[in-house]
């Protein structure tokens, strides 16, 4: 990364390599909360000049250290500071919503030194769209700044009537501060000798007078606190295989970093930089990866996605009652209804998806009291599915457009280019997707099974016959005999569109496909012109469309991935699942902190590395879930509270000869379970089950 992010609930930094905000950064650096920028400048500087860059660290998110030297400096001859002379160390975190950078210095010259640290801060309060380029619009202005003894504060009054303003404090005194945002601090030290300066930054919005700042040590120490807290309810993974304990690891962390609570319990936002808020679509599949290890943040998903639910019909949002949102801001532009995030509902997918991450959830922990508080909410998603997702009765739920300034692909490829026919022709709306079709055929098949636990029988009937109904059609509108594998979609006309592409995939998990077609799609998504060595890739080499390069057609995604190797081990393709997760996990080696990005490009293995993709977020939410579908795919673990039973069927790759995991919460017990290799056989043990749930295996149990 050539940049450096730290978060911590709704407040994320975004800084170069050296910790500074560049003014007019082309990538849009700053300190950002409700999507607004509350620092758009932030330079250090030793007696006026940059500092040296000797090392970044941004491994663990939510605290980073940079270190710095000066560079040699003389004027007239006469010797100011001698190059590499004073360490400077900058260590920053965020706590309840305050930034603390501090700046630590050490004189390593013979003699004592005497220097300048100075600060330059600046605000322009500009929104997110804005400065990304997205939108302009009216906005509010500036209202002036002041300084008053070791404070310093930049004031702004949105076109939304809201004040806002970003308060700077620092604890040693200073030579002196200015309003233009420069605030100066003099050292001076004997050899060896140290000291430093911690500042703190507050966005303030509305009247609020803000969380009430503490001292630097107690706020790290609870942040802190708050991540140990965070490891010790999740479940743990042991293995012998480095590589994939480490992305295991990193992707646990990574999620917690991006979690947010908006008022109805954590969940996980979409991604940094850009995409720090309520997400439908991406946060339902986060929690979905997730739900094996920490259950409450699947809770927290589908009680923010509810609230939010659509109630009106509004197509300047594209908003039909009982649809689950795409995604939420909370800036100036949206506060003025100058863009339709507030929230927009342009997604045909994060209904279903909201669903099914209910139902697995059910299954996972036994929670039906969940799913009875939020029965109206799930009554109002299938009159969404039934009567405005499926426009033409056709049985088919499609997306079309209806805000100027909404999206037009609404799948989970929503770039204007991801549906496009084998001749090259972008296809047009109204478009069935053929993922959206094994999503809702899973929503209902899984909510059936609730609704007869909730003595609901002729609920459940319906739903299993609507299924039903939807899986013929479904064979006979998008099974194409030539390649024996399915159409991306259904164009305005019903006409397939037959481009190869990996969102078929998909369907593998909803249980809607025969044995046979699984196994054709199955071998199709890692056949070469699929599987690059480094993963499936979105689109199939040789496709009119395929662009290795492209943002949805060629390049690789790895929570699309994981989507297919749910399906794939659920349906008892064992080695296909290897072979998918070795390919991803080699590919994480390449990128830093063996971190799975956003998206990669899709070329081969044979260019010796895989290819980064220049605009990926990192770390991005479902991209650090896949990781932990690769242990639930690797156990072959899919757990069904209604039934009290867990269905058991592991494989472990090629590289690695033990897998354990420790305190997975099923039901309302735990399960812990060690899986080693015997040969060509495995040997399972059950460490610890307190589920009292029948445990079904097609390997040798060791129960303890």
């Known amino acids: 990364m050539d940049y450096r992010v730290i978060k911590e609930n709704d407040l994320f930094l975004l800084t170069d390599t050296s910790g500074n905000i560049p003014e007019n950064h082309p990538y849009g650096l700053g300190l ?29 998110n939510y605290k980073s250290s940079i270190l710095l030297t000066n560079p040699h400096m003389e004027k007239d001859g006469e010797l100011i500071l001698w190059r590499e002379s004073v360490e ?29 640290i100075s600060v330059h801060a600046d605000v322009d309060f500009l929104d997110m769209f804005v400065v990304r380029g997205f939108q302009n619009g009216d906005l509010g202005k500036r209202t002036g700044q002041k300084v008053e003894e070791n404070t310093l504060s930049f004031h702004y009054e949105g076109a939304d009537h ?106 996980p936002v979409a991604g940094l930089p850009w995409f720090g808020v309520p997400f439908g679509r991406d946060s339902l599949i986060a929690a979905l990866q997730i739900l094996p290890f920490q259950a409450e943040i699947a809770k927290g998903t589908l009680l923010t996605m509810a609230h939010y639910q659509g109630k009106n019909l509004d197509p300047w949002r594209d908003e039909q009652p009982g649809k689950i949102m795409h995604e939420i801001r909370f800036g100036e532009l949206a506060a003025t209804g100058q863009i339709p995030f507030t929230p927009y509902y342009g997604t045909v997918d994060a209904t279903p998806l909201f669903l099914i991450l209910l139902s697995e959830y059910v299954k996972w922990t036994g929670d039906f009291e969940l799913a009875e508080s939020l029965e109206t909410t799930i009554e109002n998603a299938l ?39 084998r001749d090259g022709e972008y296809a047009k709306t109204p478009i069935a997707l053929a993922e959206v079709q094994g999503y809702v055929y899973q929503a209902k098949t899984g909510l059936a099974d609730i609704y007869e636990k909730m003595n609901l029988p002729e609920k459940a009937d319906l739903l299993r016959r609507q299924a039903s109904a939807l899986k013929e059609r479904f064979e006979e509108a998008f099974w194409m005999e030539d390649v024996q594998f399915y159409a991306i979609a259904l164009d305005e006309k019903k ?144 757990p069904d509270s209604i039934k009290e039973e867990i269905t058991l069927s592991p494989v472990l790759l090629p590289s690695m000869n033990s897998l354990e995991v420790h305190d997975l919460a099923i039901g309302k017990g735990k399960l812990s379970l060690s899986i080693k290799r015997s040969g060509t056989d495995y040997k399972i043990e059950v460490l610890n089950n307190t589920t009292g749930f029948q445990l079904n295996t097609s390997k040798q149990l060791a129960q303890k």
Not at 33 to 57: A, H, Q, V, W
Not at 386 to 413: C, M, P, T
Request: aromatic share 10%; charged share 25%.
């Open 32 to 60: 950002y909360t409700k999507d607004t920028r509350f620092l758009s400048k932030l330079d250090l500087k030793i007696n006026g000049e940059d500092p040296i860059l000797l090392s970044s660290e941004a491994d663990k």
């Open 383 to 421: 009159m969404w599915i039934n009567e405005y997702g499926d426009r033409d009765d056709d049985l088919f739920v499609e997306y079309h457009q209806e805000s100027s300034k909404g999206i037009a692909n609404q799948g989970w490829k929503d770039s204007g280019d991801s549906v496009v026919h």
């Open 162 to 267: 809201v004040n806002r303003s970003t308060v700077i404090t620092w604890d040693k005194q200073a030579k002196r501060a200015e309003e233009d945002g420069t605030i100066v601090f003099e050292f001076e030290l004997a050899h060896g000798e140290s000291d430093s300066v911690t500042l703190a930054v507050q966005p303030k919005i509305g009247d609020i007078s803000g969380n009430k700042m503490v001292k630097k040590e107690d706020a790290l120490q609870k942040l802190e606190a708050s991540y140990e807290n965070w490891n010790d309810g999740t479940a743990t993974v042991k293995t012998d295989f480095a590589p994939l304990q480490r992305l295991v690891d990193r992707g646990l962390n990574d999620m917690r970093v991006l979690l947010t609570d908006v008022g109805f319990g954590p969940f």
């Open 495 to 638: 006409d397939q569109v037959g481009t190869i592409t990996s969102n078929p995939g998909h369907v593998l998990f909803s249980g809607m496909l025969s044995d046979t077609r699984a196994k054709s799609v199955t071998d199709m998504l890692v056949s070469p012109k699929m599987f690059s060595d480094y993963g499936i890739r979105t689109m199939a080499e040789g496709e009119a469309g395929y662009n290795p390069m492209s943002y949805h057609d060629g390049s690789i995604w790895p929570h699309d991935n994981s989507m297919s190797l749910l399906g794939m081990s659920k349906t008892g393709f064992h080695q296909e699942t290897a072979k998918v997760v070795n390919g991803l996990i080699e590919a994480a080696s390449h990128f830093e902190y063996d971190r799975l990005p956003e998206l990669f490009c899709g070329y081969s293995s044979e260019g010796g590395k895989a290819v980064k993709y220049p605009v990926a977020c990192s770390p991005q939410a479902w991209a650090a879930g896949t990781p932990l579908v690769f242990i639930q795919s690797l156990l072959g673990l899919f």
């Open 88 to 116: 400077m160390e900058r260590s920053r975190f965020i706590y309840d919503d305050v930034l603390y950078e501090e700046v630590k210095v050490k004189n390593y010259f013979p003699k004592p030194v005497k220097f300048e």
